[in-house]
């Protein structure tokens, strides 16, 4: 195993528990225009895809066309539970503060509501500087722009580069960039982020201090 010289959080699901928030609210809207689709069948189909291509998918599985309103109304419904409900992820604090390697996010969510998310929790002061979204690149993930983007800012190579990601979609995005990832299973099953490509999994932060000194030493 290559050196570890950068650690890459994703931020929705990883650093902060947003995405069963965003996600009741995504799919409450929904209803509101008719369209009802199960919980389980919208985190496995479209969670952690931007929205250019979760409103693809909709037309796709549903020949359903999202109204212009759509994200206005989703945008501003998110910000405002976000702002009231939105937690860090479980002992996420202290295992940022463990590492001693630079660390960074890379996330699809858009940088202000990455932002808006840090500032609710403690976790602010911790990545200020540090932010890297998919604004910044051609395409989102899966693609691996963005951790290639963030990778080159911080001066190391693909191959010393631990990303840790929830999503089949993240994990994915983060091997095509040629990273080490390890899947945290808050969002989705382990077996799904292995069959993406994590090389290890894990359900509490507590141990990412542990899987890291086993992996690298």
């Known amino acids: 195993m290559k050196a570890l010289k950068l650690v890459i959080f994703d931020c929705d699901g990883v650093l902060v528990d947003s995405e069963p ?17 199960p919980h389980e069948e919208f985190v496995a189909k479209y969670v952690g895809s931007g929205m250019s291509v979760v409103k693809a998918l909709l037309y796709q599985h549903h020949n359903f066309t999202l ?3 759509f994200f206005k109304s989703f945008n501003a419904m998110s910000i405002e539970a976000l702002e009231r409900d939105l937690k860090a992820i479980k002992n996420v604090e202290k295992a940022i503060d463990d590492l001693n390697v630079p660390f960074c996010l890379a996330s699809n969510s858009s940088p202000e509501k990455v932002r808006l998310m840090l500032k609710k929790t403690t976790l602010f002061n911790r990545f200020d ?19 290639l983007h963030a990778a ?8 010393n580069v631990l990303v840790i990601e929830d999503t089949h979609i993240g994990v994915t995005a983060a091997v095509a960039a040629g990273m080490n990832v390890f899947g945290y299973t808050g969002t989705f099953p382990a077996e799904k982020l292995i069959n993406a490509g994590a ?7 507590n141990d990412l201090k542990g899987l890291i000194e086993q992996t690298y030493g």
């Not at 500087?129 to 951790?147: C, Q, R």
């Not at 090389?199 to 932060?205: A, L, N, V």
């Open 199 to 205: 090389s290890k999994t894990f359900g509490d932060m």
């Open 129 to 147: 500087g540090k932010i890297f979204t998919s604004s910044l690149v051609a395409a989102p993930k899966p693609a691996p722009d963005i951790y």
């Open 67 to 69: 109204p212009d309103d």
């Open 21 to 37: 928030i965003t996600n009741q609210i995504f799919l409450d809207i929904l209803q509101g225009y008719g369209l009802s689709i």
């Open 152 to 159: 080159k800012a911080n001066g190391v190579s693909p191959e």
